[in-house]
């Protein structure tokens, strides 16, 4: 999902993905700072993204999180991987009836 | 890969984190103001909207808690706490933790030292390729000489090579000579000769050059292989030293080859040159001649019980032909045999060692248990906060290890200087070793200090930790740890008792051991002894031989400060067996085959030089000139074993081997024991004969005494030149006093003595500290009990008694394990005792005395304070 967010839009701030998460779920999904960060900083140790001070539109300064080519790897591969489910799943749930 | 990628970050981020707590601060807090500036944005009054804001993103101190497990390795994190407050804790309590470290230290260093020394000589391995596989094999020759391990003969190994199944090949060596004469000073050089496949069945490549082939052992080629030592030190470690012509006994002898300097062999170290052992066919046949070591290696799949059977079937049927009563043989590994007796002794010392490490570890936890006891408060609290059991545990735990890391640390320095006193430990027959701390002894000490945090720590955690759960903030600290805690610290006591028993009692039987061996009766006055060897192979001609030696004694014996000399075969004590087999007026030959007789040839003056005394008859005197009808002197095991209840003064004997050319020897003097074989040696029947009348042996007065009035080793130089005055070429070899001989052979008993006593010692003094600890520790966790106790009328004088019961009673239990222990111990120290019969009762008597004696003063002390303690105050100690 962060991986997501940060392919399609390019470097962000943390705030800016929950708000984006949150607008793309359509409020459905409010992401907890505890929650947030704890996971970009695992993403970060694996190397899928990085992170750096920067300045916002708004001049504040922020940390910017970006995606790295290792990330949009992992990316494809789980979005395969996840589509490869529900194609099951709903195999299993819909086409058996 | 990512994952583990992740990990190394984290252990990064432990160590030095890339991004501080603001850092993470900084970037909440920026996000908690987005959220609320959208609120405000959505219609919230800045108040609201800081406080929805909140309520939807969550709290920036959670966020930063898991952050922070997220940066590192949340137990690396504690673990590196854990141990910063177990310092602390060691730091406050300076008292406890020097006594916990210098217990450990002695402990553990002494255990590193004592590993040290039995990797180097039992684990270590042996510079043969496969040492393993290879074995010695000896005649049993129990039935005849009561040895178990005899020299085998040539026939023997011929056909033992022959018929073998088990070995892919058997070789021998045999003793040999070796007097280097052309290159500087003449010099006898120790050497053996060896069969061709020597070198094949040790697996030995030579440094430089070659070893010999079959063919050149086969036709007796004058060709020898040299040490590493004697090249370097004759040859200047020049490499052209192969195929170099050197002389040896007067004859050339081409030098082939140059072993590395690790390789050794049986029986010594230092053997210097190794040549063809060039059997004649003469040889193959002969099966009195007791002096090969056979050195074997066992078939792939073999094994040595396998080996043993086989050997011991084969070698009856073979020698039934020729011996009177056949005989088995013994395959012995050969580490066991070049370890010899100094293997057992390590492992006795290593035992001991590991008991006192074990009560040092026992006394640690019972002084934990009290500690823990007394912190139960400090550790509830920490439950109370939220530390789970877990926790705690690892908590107590890291406490232990830190305590066992430090002891461990003072160990080593520790153990250095025990390591210089044991190297003079290793047997003659190994390599000289230089005791080091190198990774497999630091990972050995590493290994006993984590064990020995984890036993004395283990116990106290548990206990701790349960404790501090069960009964939370509001147990006011009234003494009651528990029946259960009472009985587990009784229990230890009663341990550490027996272990100290067992070593004081096995200490005070070697004590005997060595005392006995000290003041054996050698026979001879040890002091003021110079002795040598000067090799007498240049004089073949019996008449030459007689005169030269007669000269040379006369030389020395115009030495000044010298007060006599004298010359026998063998130099007294040196193990070096010279035996032959005899035949009393009247016996069979067949019982001569049965009868063994140490061999002597000495000059009219050796006796009075030793200092020997005599049992009967007479010493030799002028009149035993060259004779048809010589005389002889046998000791007094020769005389009982023949002559029981009657003198054998004028009986006659027949010597060698059983002909009728041989002379008939009267004995016209019976001398009291004189231990020729080695201070700890068996006495063996020993015949003497005066050198002028031994023409038809080849016995040879090589070995010489003097008996001086000044320091024996002030004289050497003037001997040697005073031998040289006679022969320029004549070797003078291991020069060395009686008295250093002695202590050589008392070397490992003796060290074995002090290291078992001084080993027993401390765990006295371990075991008393430890029934002293408990003691006090129950004294004042039962102050208030006392005072109700006083209070209720019970004098000081019952409250002494109950206290000093329980000790004495934890004592005797001891005291009973220990004996008990005891007698297994020494059962299986029995090779230490070498042959003699310590008395075990006055031993256990003693020990207890001595441990009663300290264990009632152990327990008197904190007795008499229990005694002592005011009902009033008692009652008011809350």
Redesign the interface.
Known sequence: MLLQTLATLGPLHGYSIAARLEQVSAGALQINMGTLYPGLMRLEQRGLVRSEWNVTDTNRKARFYSITAAGRRQLAAEKAEWDRMTTIMHALLHDQS | M??L??WI??LW?TLRPKRDDSD?E???W???E??AE?AVRAGHAPEQARQAARI?????A??I???R???GLPWLDHLARDVRYALRQIRRNPAFSSIAIATLALGIGVNTAMFSAVDAVLIRPLPFADADRLVMIWDDDRGRTGSRKFFSTPPEWDEWRRHNTVFTDIAASQPGDAALSNNGAPEELPARKVTANFWSVLGAEPLLGRVFTEEEDARGARVVVISHGLWQRRFGASPDVVNRTITLNDNPYQVIGVLPREFYFMPARDIDVWMPAAFSAAMLRNWGWHDVHCVARLKPGVTLRQASESMAALSLQVTAPHFNRPRAAVVVPLREELAGKTGSSLIMLLCASAAVLLIACVNLANLLMSRAAVRHREVAVRAALGAGRGRLIAQFLIESLVLAGLGAVAGLALAIPVMRFLETLVPQTMAAVRLTLDWRVLAFSAGIATAAGLTFGLTPALGGSRRALQQGLHDGGRGSAGARSHWFQHALIVTETALAVVLLTSGALLLQTFQHLRQLDLGIRSERLLTFVTPLFRYRDFDRRVAFVNAELEHVRAIPGVVNAGAISRVPLTVNDQATFYILAGQTGAQAREQVALSRVVTRDYFATVGARLHEGRFFDASDQRSESPVAIVNESFADRNFPERSPIGARFQFGRWGSKNYWYTIVGVVKEIRDRGVAEELQPTVYRVHEQADQTGDQPSGIVVRTAVEPTSIVAAVRAAIWSIDKNQPVARVQTLDDIVARQLAVPSQNTALSSAFALLALLLASLGLYGVLSYAVTQRTNEIGVRMALGATSKDILLSFSKRGLALTLAGLAIGVVLAAVAARLMATLFYGFRPTYIPAVAVVSIILLSVAALACFVPARRASRVNPLIALQHE
């Open positions: 990512s994952s990628r992740e970050r984290r981020g993470l900084e970037e909440l920026l996000h908690l987005l959220a959208e939807r993103v969550g709290g920036v959670q966020a808690e898991s952050l497990d997220q940066r």
